[in-house]
């Protein structure tokens, strides 16, 4: 039967406990089945309807008889029955869990200690705000020590995945860029420091209560969870003037950026900051720590990573939501014209080359937008060191190595997708084929007789692949997998490195069972030889023991007697040789008896 507390409780669908926190599901109505889920046996009096706990699905008693202990929010003080496939989940949810409180409480810890003798005071931790999370990247909400004063602060401690900064002249260098890289669109960095022994950075800048420009389509507040505040909802488009201010603005700070060679692929609506009204790009550190771009995924070319994220940026800002892998050319009719012709020049140039950031700024959808910031001297103004130039340097050739090395593995896994999804459709083609001829071959005769002759014609006519090549294609490609001698070739490799792998099998397989043999033959040499010496030794010993003193010279044994029975003469024998003797017997019958024994089990 349902509890009260379930009854009473209205929850979504369970999530992934390896992305967000499950959450308490709906149960299904009783009425919904009529067997259960899993083994399909029909519900009745003596086969009850038993719900699971963890999913909300209905199975028998069988096929749900797990008791678990659940997420203390859902209500539950003892453990509650669960299937097969929610204890899996709650018990990565388990480890996860028990891993982020550590991480959290670890985060929270770095957090106080550095703050000990900075002019910051802890206020609030704000872990889930971002999309990374703990231990990668934990934020807290700070307040400044001086009295009097409640402008609040946001600080963040970034785990590093790079080796760029690992001495103290390296942390020097990324304290100081941070630092200097200043621009009217950029938001500035009150505090920021590099912890070796933890290899964390930790930087403080000011908070916006406008949140990011994804908390401002979504609506949402910005000290929200990440996934509580946008989950799978869209947000609200931004108006045409506004699209074009605040791209104006991010183009601004890209260029800046650009002309001090500071690598950025990490541009998304997410790291851009409204504050005042305009919009500041920030998490720059991101680049010099290592930590992969959110759209990655996305990305052609590592040299036009950049224009890809602002046009994602910029569709974000016309549509409401954000861009998937689908063609540009499905939302023309959605979105102003001028927004679409930029978005195409971008994602689908007809030149195969997408525009620069100076060519996007002299666009007259931005060119036309006013701003009273002064973004010239900004440059001027920036001086960085040799060193910190240099740096600049292996952060951008880092950045460009990674993502050359995504789109690698990328280009691999879909080459092998690609064969192996031709293989299988022209295999299904020439199965279609295969049943279309039987079945007008057995078809009557006054029916289907230009089926037979078109069957017949098949039939003479050689078979051909039903995957045509594309236009522009060259069978000279060794890499091209539409090439047929590519496909055969992969196709005898993957024969050939079956065979060897049989063969590897079968030779372990009987190197083992030759060695199994061997050791069971050593086994029962070695038991049967230490019994032998047992039984030698024995017997030795007990022969020694029973040699008895020769009688005295005088003596003389008794005649022998006839008997009268038998018609024998009967020789008498000492009485204490008579006893040894048979004691030496037995003592030898029960020491082989033992030996065969042994030998037998053996």
Not at 17 to 43: A, H, K, T
Not at 222 to 236: E, L, N, V
Not at 451 to 467: D, F, G, Q, R, Y
């Amino acid at each position: 039967m349902r509890s009260s507390a379930t009854k009473t409780t209205t929850r979504g669908k369970a999530k992934d406990s390896s992305v967000r926190e499950i959450e308490r599901p709906e149960w299904m109505p009783d009425e919904s089945v009529n067997g259960c889920e899993l083994c399909s046996i029909s519900f009745s009096f003596t086969q009850r309807r038993h719900h699971c706990r963890g999913c909300g699905h209905i199975f028998c008693k069988e096929h749900c008889n797990i008791m678990m202990t659940l997420p203390p929010e859902w209500g539950y003080e003892s453990p509650q029955r669960i299937c097969a496939g929610c204890k899996i989940k709650f018990q990565k949810y388990a480890k996860t869990r028990l891993d982020r409180e550590s991480d959290i409480e670890s985060g929270v810890l770095v957090a106080q200690y550095y703050l000990r003798d900075k002019e910051f005071t802890y206020s609030t931790p704000l872990l889930a705000i971002g999309r990374r999370k703990p231990p990668l990247k934990n934020y807290f909400l700070v307040l400044p020590s001086a009295i009097g004063s409640s402008t609040e602060f946001l600080m963040s401690t970034v785990r590093s995945s790079s080796s760029l900064i690992s001495t103290e002249t390296t942390r020097q260098l990324f304290v100081a860029i941070m630092q200097t890289v200043r621009h009217p669109f950029i938001l500035p960095v009150a505090s920021v420091d590099y912890l070796l022994d933890k290899h964390t950075a930790v930087l403080i800048r000011p908070f916006s209560r406008e949140g990011a420009l994804r908390d401002k389509l979504h609506k949402v507040d910005p000290k929200i969870d990440f996934y509580k505040k946008y989950g799978a909802q869209a947000g609200s488009a931004l108006g045409v003037k506004q699209v074009a201010l605040y791209g104006r603005q991010i183009l601004e700070a890209m260029s800046f950026l650009q002309s001090i060679r500071f690598s950025y692929p990490h541009l998304n609506a997410s790291n851009i900051v409204v504050k005042d009204g305009k919009c500041c790009l920030t998490d720059l550190e991101n680049s010099l720590l290592g930590l992969p771009p959110l759209y990655i995924q996305h990305f052609t070319n590592a040299a036009h990573a950049e224009l890809v994220c602002f046009g994602h940026v910029l569709f974000q800002m016309a549509m409401g939501f954000t861009k998937a892998k689908a063609s540009i050319q499905e939302f023309a009719t959605k979105m102003p014209t001028n927004i679409y012709d930029i978005l195409c020049s971008i994602f689908e140039p007809a030149s195969g080359v997408p525009p620069t950031v100076t060519e996007l700024l002299n666009n007259p959808f931005f060119s036309a937008v006013s701003i009273s910031e002064n973004v010239l001297d900004a440059k001027s103004q920036c001086i960085l060191e040799d060193k910190a130039k240099i740096m600049l340097r292996r952060a951008r050739r880092k950045n460009k190595e990674m993502i050359e090395q995504f789109l690698r593995e990328q280009e691999e896994e879909n080459g092998t997708a690609n064969v192996g999804s031709l293989r299988i459709s022209e295999q299904e083609s020439n199965k279609a084929a295969t049943a279309s001829a039987t079945s007008s071959a057995t078809a009557p005769d006054a029916v289907a007789s230009p089926k037979k002759e078109t069957a017949t014609t098949a039939a003479t006519t050689p078979k051909t692949s039903s995957v045509q090549p594309m236009q522009g294609y060259s069978s000279s490609n060794p890499s091209d997998p539409l090439n047929p001698d590519n496909r055969k070739k992969a196709a005898m490799r993957a024969q050939m490195m079956r065979k060897q792998s049989s063969l590897q099998r079968k030779s372990s397989a009987k190197l083992n069972g030759t060695q199994k043999h061997f050791n069971q033959a050593f086994s029962f040499l070695s038991l049967s030889s230490l019994s032998s010496l047992f039984s030698l030794f024995s017997l030795s010993s007990l022969s020694s023991l029973s040699t008895h003193t020769p009688p005295p010279p005088n003596t003389h044994p008794p005649p022998p007697t006839h008997h009268p029975h038998t018609h024998q003469h009967i020789h008498h024998i000492p009485s204490t040789h008579i006893n040894r003797q048979t004691q030496l017997n037995a003592t030898v019958y029960h020491t082989f008896k033992n030996t065969r024994t042994t030998t037998s089990n053996i």
